[in-house]
């Protein structure tokens, strides 16, 4: 069993800036990808920005040049640089990560979430 917990989420006003934090633990061997997605109240998730163990990156296109998605694999934490923050960037942000564990074979794992509100 693999847990995420993620940190950093918060109030903030137009233009300002946040970094996300998530802390994976268990019996990792590997985490394949990590993403950010996030669920805007009566929206459907949606997939912010993603991360191979290679190093490449997927960004949605209304948060390129703003967000940062970075990840540290002897941590096994990532985390998401946001700037230049938006209201419509408020939301539920959770991390998502597909791991392959010592006890069994490689499947996603979900956070619990962590609130962010950008206001005018």
């Known amino acids: 069993q693999v847990t995420l917990v993620e940190s950093g989420g918060g109030a903030v006003q137009t233009g300002g800036s946040l970094r996300l934090s998530c802390a994976a633990s268990?019996?990792?061997?590997?985490?394949?990808?990590f993403r950010w997605y996030r669920q805007a109240p009566g929206k459907e998730r949606e997939l912010v920005a993603s991360?191979?163990?290679?190093?490449?990156?997927v960004y949605e296109e209304s948060v390129k040049g703003r967000f940062a998605i970075s990840r540290n694999n002897a941590q096994s934490t990532a985390a998401l640089q946001m700037s230049s923050l938006r209201p419509e960037d408020t939301g539920v942000y959770y991390c998502?990560?597909?791991?392959?564990?010592?006890?069994?074979?490689?499947?996603?794992?979900w956070g619990q979430g962590t609130q962010v509100t950008v206001s005018s």
């Open positions: 998502n990560a597909h791991v392959l564990t010592a006890t069994g074979p490689s499947r996603d794992y």
């Open positions: 268990g019996r990792i061997l590997v985490i394949n990808v």
């Open positions: 991360m191979t163990s290679k190093g490449d990156t």
